[in-house]
């Protein structure tokens, strides 16, 4: 802990959307506590600061780092161990840091495909076919730019993290209790929870948080939600057809999409003891299936057109396999 | 000189049917290629589809899941949930590049153990076919960026 002064706080943002840092803000005058309590001296989104400002530092000297976003580039990764050296508690922060989230679906394509996507599709462009070149020779001299990588990792595949804060975004009522408890802590009024604790999150599943009734009710059909005539406002959207992910995800939403009548898409991550969160799924999803006939179910499962989508939209890169083969063999 | 490959199979196999139906396969004298380790469960049922997704992280070729034929499960209908779970599961990991011949479901009572070891032979020879999965080559320690270096090779050699 600085000796002068407040201690040090920075965040920062690798391979994610800026929602993240949205959430932070939306905290309302709790972020004045921030600013009472802590010297912010890293944050790219709010304050002009310079990587070599970071790496001039002394080791360990920045108390609390939040870091949002996924592993995608070479300079994400170097970022990651900058901060991880200069930050006593290095937190990943938000679905993409935790779990690669939106941004870990790339994991299913080659690196190819995806410049494709985003060089040659019909919203850009791109007649001459220019592709990023990571190293380039000018007369004036070389020039880099990061390199991109085969696949996005989560914060914790580069560097050691000691706390997880999900969500996408996290929600700002649980970011806020989180500042409160490291307020508390620096005053000597609480103590840290043990390293790698889910924290501003609960400890069961969404179901559990869920108003609606689950019945044992089996299905013949999945549907997507615009499909249902009318929707049964107390019964479980599994147990009507709609693909919700509520058994597999974390709490600490509040269940605010099931009680909105959306299903969950599973943004709070894995619940605890969750080894494998599309494998939870699956499982969830075929006990809900009223058929032991393999072509009625094989019908029933087309229904769900892209079960990788469905089962790993937040969590692919953090999942058992990590990425697709594509992402690989190219 | 390539060596022939040796794929590796996990088979998951039930109490009461295909875990005996490979013991007496073995009694028997009934001949099946080494490639397969065989994982006793008390039931299809219990297969976790984590189970599977784990045997792939870890280098497994292929995964032969196994059960009590229908209507013959000894906890009534796990054998088809089992079912379920399997035909679920191959979608999805035929999505993320795990061609469908890797992952096998197949019903074995006890008594049929000529029938498993030959099923174990079939998948053995078509996993041989395909190839190495290799998936944990991607994600040892510090293996990242000699895979990545070594991908850059490839595309400028
Ligand atoms: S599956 Fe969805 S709707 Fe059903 S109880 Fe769980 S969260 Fe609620
Ligand atoms: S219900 Fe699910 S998708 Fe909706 S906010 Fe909660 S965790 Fe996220
Ligand atoms: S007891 Fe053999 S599959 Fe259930």
Redesign the pocket.
């Known amino acids: 802990m600085s000796t002068n002064g407040k201690p040090k706080f920075a965040m920062y943002w690798a391979a994610s959307c800026g929602g993240c840092e949205i959430a932070v803000l939306n905290t309302g005058e709790k972020i004045l506590d921030v600013d009472a309590n802590f010297e912010v001296v890293f944050w790219p989104v709010a304050m002009d600061a310079k990587y070599k400002d970071v790496e001039a530092m002394p080791d360990g000297s920045i108390l609390l780092t939040l870091f949002n976003g996924g592993i995608r580039n070479q300079e994400n990764e170097e970022i990651a161990h900058l901060l991880r050296r200069k930050s006593q508690i290095l937190v990943a922060f938000g679905s993409c840091a935790c779990e690669g989230c939106i941004p870990g679906l790339a994991n299913l394509s080659s690196t190819e495909q995806i410049f494709k996507a985003v060089y040659d599709s019909v919203t850009s462009e791109n007649a001459q076919n220019y592709r990023p070149q990571f190293h380039t020779t000018m007369p004036e001299g070389d020039i880099h730019i990061p390199k991109f990588y085969p696949v996005l990792r989560t914060l914790d595949q580069v560097v050691d993290v000691d706390y997880y804060l999900p ?2 975004p996290p929600e700002s009522h649980q970011i806020a209790a989180v500042i409160d408890l490291v307020i508390q802590v620096l005053n000597g009024q609480a103590s840290l929870p043990l390293k790698g604790a889910v924290i501003g999150a609960g400890q069961s599943t ?1 179901c559990d948080d869920c108003p609606r009734q689950r019945n044992v009710k089996t299905i013949k059909a999945f549907r997507r939600i615009h499909e249902v005539e009318e929707l049964d406002p107390e019964l479980c959207l599994l147990e009507q057809g709609i693909p919700c ?2 058994p597999a ?10 009680k909105a009548g ?1 299903q ?5 991550g894995p619940a605890n003891g969750v080894v494998d969160y599309g494998a939870r799924l699956i499982s969830a999803f075929a006990s809900v299936i009223d058929s032991n006939d393999p072509e009625e179910i094989e019908q029933i499962l087309d229904q769900i057109p892209d079960p990788a989508g469905q089962f790993y939209r937040f969590n692919l890169a953090g999942s058992l396999l990590r990425a697709g083969k594509p992402a690989w063999k190219q | 000189m390539s060596e022939q490959f040796e794929p590796i199979l996990v088979g998951f196999t039930c109490n009461w049917c295909s875990y005996r139906a490979a013991d007496l396969a073995g009694t028997a004298r009934v001949k099946y290629p080494p490639n397969i380790r065989l994982v006793r469960l008390m039931c299809s049922g219990r297969l976790d589809p984590a189970f599977v997704i784990k045997a792939f992280a870890e280098g497994a070729d292929g995964v032969l899941i196994t059960g009590c034929h229908p209507g013959e499960c000894h906890y009534l209908e796990q054998n088809y949930k089992a079912l379920r779970r399997y035909l679920l599961l191959r979608r999805t990991l035929e999505q993320m590049g795990v061609e469908p011949e890797r992952l096998k479901l197949v019903w074995a009572s006890a008594a049929e153990g000529v029938k498993l070891a030959h099923e174990i032979s079939t998948m053995v020879e078509e996993v041989r076919a395909l190839g190495p999965l290799d998936w944990p080559r991607w994600w040892n320690e510090n293996g990242f960026h000699a895979v990545v270096e070594e991908q850059a090779q490839e595309v400028t050699a």
Do not use: D, E, W
């Not at chain 1, 995800?249 to 099931?258: E, K």
């Not at chain 1, 969950?264 to 709070?268: A, E, K, L, S």
């Open positions: 969500g996408c969404v992910n509520g995800t974390r709490n600490g939403c509040g269940a605010l999409c099931p959306a969950c898409i599973g943004c709070y």
